[in-house]
């Protein structure tokens, strides 16, 4: 399998709605961060949750991880980077980073099951998937 990986770089702002009385962002807006570098991932790479329900799979997350290292604040201009992690199994794994400021905000990972129109857990990669993944260079 190839070391090839593929990286978006998301620059979000904080905004007043994410924050505690303290003006911290809430711990669960970090997850949201994710999503949102994912959909620009997706839209960056041909391979966004439209792309797979076109062709008749979702891809729900399965788990999610997140660790906190410094917290955001109100109006905090900051970076998701999200970094596809090549697997050989049928998900699809993402890892992630936030930065502010140069400094690391927080880590994270999803993983992704695909599941077909009758929502059954697809155990082998989608053909649609292995021919994104060949034209990425990612085989």
């Known amino acids: 399998m190839s ?3 593929l990286k978006t770089s998301t620059a979000l702002r904080v905004r ?3 924050c505690d009385p303290l003006q911290i962002v809430w711990h669960g807006n970090y997850l949201k961060y994710f999503e949102i570098g994912r959909e620009d991932f997706g ?3 041909g391979i966004s949750y439209l792309n797979m329900k076109e062709k008749g799979f979702a891809t729900p997350i399965v788990k999610s991880v997140c ?3 410094l917290p955001l604040k109100y109006d905090d ?3 998701v980077e999200t970094t596809f992690i ?3 199994a049928a998900k699809i794994i993402f890892d992630y980073r936030i930065v502010c400021s140069g400094r690391l905000i927080c880590t994270g990972q999803t993983i992704q ?3 077909d129109n009758n929502s059954e857990l697809m155990l082998n990669n989608p053909p649609f998937f ?3 993944k060949k034209k990425m260079g990612l085989e």
């Open 77 to 79: 201009e900051f970076e």
């Open 86 to 88: 090549n697997t050989a």
């Open 3 to 5: 070391e090839a990986y």
């Open 16 to 18: 007043f709605h994410e």
């Open 67 to 69: 660790e906190h290292k």
């Open 113 to 115: 099951v695909f599941t």
């Open 130 to 132: 292995l021919d994104w």
């Open 43 to 45: 839209r960056k790479y």
